[in-house]
C-alpha cells in the first residue's frame, strides 16, 4: 500500500513539474514580433528561466522527501528492527533543507527579483 501511495505521489509531483517547466517555455516564447529591442530583452530571460526551474525542482523535492520521511516514519514505527530512525529523520532534514533553499534565496538581499 505504501509503495502505490509513494508511486503515485512521484508521478504527481513529476507531472507538477512538467506542466511548470510548459507553462515557464510557453512565457518566454510569447511576444509581439522579433526586434533588436526585444533580442536584448530577453538575453536574460533564461536564466531567471532556469532560476524558476531549480525553484520549482527543490520544492518539488524537497515535499518528495517529507512525505517518504512520514512513510518511512511510519515503516519504524510498525517494526524499529527493519527500519533504522536515522532514515526518516534524514530524509526529514533533507526534504527540510531543499524546501528553504529557495525561500532563503528569495529572502536575501543580494538575489534579483523574479
Excluded at 536584448?40 to 528561466?49: D, R
Aim: hydrophobic share 50%; proline share 4%.
Amino acid at each position: 500500500m505504501l509503495n502505490r501511495l509513494y508511486g503515485f505521489l512521484s508521478a504527481l509531483f513529476s507531472s507538477l513539474l512538467l506542466i511548470q517547466v510548459g507553462y515557464a517555455n510557453d512565457e518566454a516564447t510569447r511576444g509581439s514580433g522579433i526586434t533588436w529591442g526585444n533580442v536584448s530583452g530577453n538575453v536574460l530571460e533564461p536564466a531567471s528561466m532556469l532560476k524558476h526551474l531549480a525553484y520549482v525542482g527543490c520544492y518539488t523535492i524537497g515535499i518528495a522527501l517529507l512525505l517518504s520521511a512520514l512513510l518511512q516514519f511510519v515503516q519504524h514505527r510498525r517494526n524499529p528492527m527493519q527500519v533504522r530512525l536515522i532514515q526518516p529523520v534524514t530524509l526529514f532534514l533533507f526534504g527540510l533543507a531543499l524546501i528553504l533553499v529557495p525561500i532563503i534565496s528569495k529572502l536575501s538581499p543580494s538575489s534579483g527579483a523574479l
